[in-house]
Structure formats: C-alpha cells, structure tokens
C-alpha cells in the first residue's frame, strides 16, 4: 500500500462546479504540501500544512491530522484551474524526506 | 529572483553516454532535491541536500551522483545513460525542512530521453 493515496483518480468537472480532491496517508508527518502541475509544465506549490485549514483565492486547503487525511477544494471551478494536482508529505524526523502521491488530474469543462 | 533555474529543458543522449542536469537557487535555500516524474508514478527522490557539503540519497539513487560545493548549486550527474532513465527530473529547494520555510519550489523540469 503506498504511504500516500489520493482519490478520486481522476476528475472532470463542469465550470463552475465546487471540486474536492483528497489525500490519505499512512506515515507521521510533519507538514502536507499540495503541488499542482499543468499539461507540460512545472510543478508549484499551492499550500503547506501541518495543522487547521489555509485558503488562498478560490483554493482552500485542510488537514486532520488525527485521521491522516487532508482535503484540496476548489471553489467556482474554471477550465485554467485543469491541471494534475499532487499531494506530498513530509515524514517527521531528521533530514526527513518527502513521500508523494501520484496525483489527480483534473479537467474542467466549460 | 530567478527562484529556481534548471538546464536543459530537453535532452537526448545515446545509452552509455553521461551528462550534467545543472540546478541553481538565488533563494539561499538549505535544502535541495532532485526528482523524476514517471507516467503513473509519483515523484520519486533521487538524492537530496540539507546544505553545502552534505549530499545523501533518496529512494532511487543508482546511476546518478551529486554534489553540493555551494549552497546555490546542486547538479545531477548521469554517469552512464540508459534507456530506463528516460523521465522527467525535477530539482526543488526550501528554505528549512521544518515548517517555517518549508515551503518548495521547483524547477522547469528537464526531459531526458536515453536512445
């Protein structure tokens, strides 16, 4: 089983649609980073996360630590918003390294 | 800030062949990696660097070496090419591994295609 498992694999959404993405993991962590990469492009990272809940824009990102889970919602959702979304965790301990799951694409119709 | 500058953008190299995959940060980050991206498959670390001098490996180091002479650069040796290392390889930095400054940033991605 892989330490970190995201759902659903992949997604398609009409314009405008309220769109949650999930990751699930079975490690301790020490933070969750949310990454999103476009068709052929590079990786950026959206939100990090060790506890609560953070929102940026139409993006919001939250995190129980107690269940292992953490959710990426997109609110208004638009066709620019169609890209592979990653999730990542940072294993507590020294020199710890991230795990990543293998992601979610997500397409948005208009 | 430049942030992260990665080169090249696209390569092809015959099997057995070696080449350098450069890596610069302009954001005095401590901690540089670097990965390939495989269809369905998560990144996977190759090696990584908490700061000048000290390189370790990650979860699929063999046939790639390291080093870190300066805290801004961090390149990628393929010693000897081969067709399994065509991927897309990623270098990131951050400030810290702990939560404040933990934030990642990534490079444009190199395509390396070994014939």
């Known amino acids: 089983k892989n330490e970190v498992e995201q759902s659903p694999q992949n997604l398609t959404a009409q314009e405008g649609e309220f769109i949650t993405i999930n990751c699930s993991y079975s490690v301790g962590i020490s933070a969750l980073h949310w990454l999103q990469q476009h068709p052929g492009g590079g990786i950026v990272s959206l939100f990090m996360l060790s506890s609560g809940k953070k929102k940026h824009g139409r993006l919001i990102a939250t995190i129980n630590i107690q269940e292992k889970h953490s959710s990426l919602h997109i609110t208004a959702s638009h066709p620019r918003d169609s890209a592979v979304y990653i999730c990542a965790v940072r294993r507590t301990g020294a020199n710890s390294k991230l795990t990543f799951g293998k992601g979610i694409t997500l397409s948005v119709r208009p | 800030n430049a942030g992260v500058t990665q080169t090249p953008k696209f390569q092809v190299l015959k099997t057995g062949q070696s080449m350098t995959l450069q890596c610069a940060q302009d954001?005095?980050?401590?901690?540089m990696s670097w990965y390939r991206q495989d269809p369905g498959m998560g990144l996977r670390l190759i090696h990584y660097?908490?700061?000048?001098?000290?390189?370790d490996q990650g979860e699929v180091p063999n046939g790639y070496n390291v080093s870190r002479s300066t805290t801004e650069d961090f390149p990628l040796r393929l010693l000897s090419a081969a067709p399994s290392q065509t991927s897309v390889y990623f270098c990131a930095s951050s400030y810290t591994l702990t939560r404040r400054g933990g934030e990642l940033f990534f490079g444009e991605g190199s395509r390396l295609t070994v014939l």
């Open positions: 954001m005095n980050h401590e901690y």
């Open positions: 660097s908490v700061g000048a001098g000290i390189t």
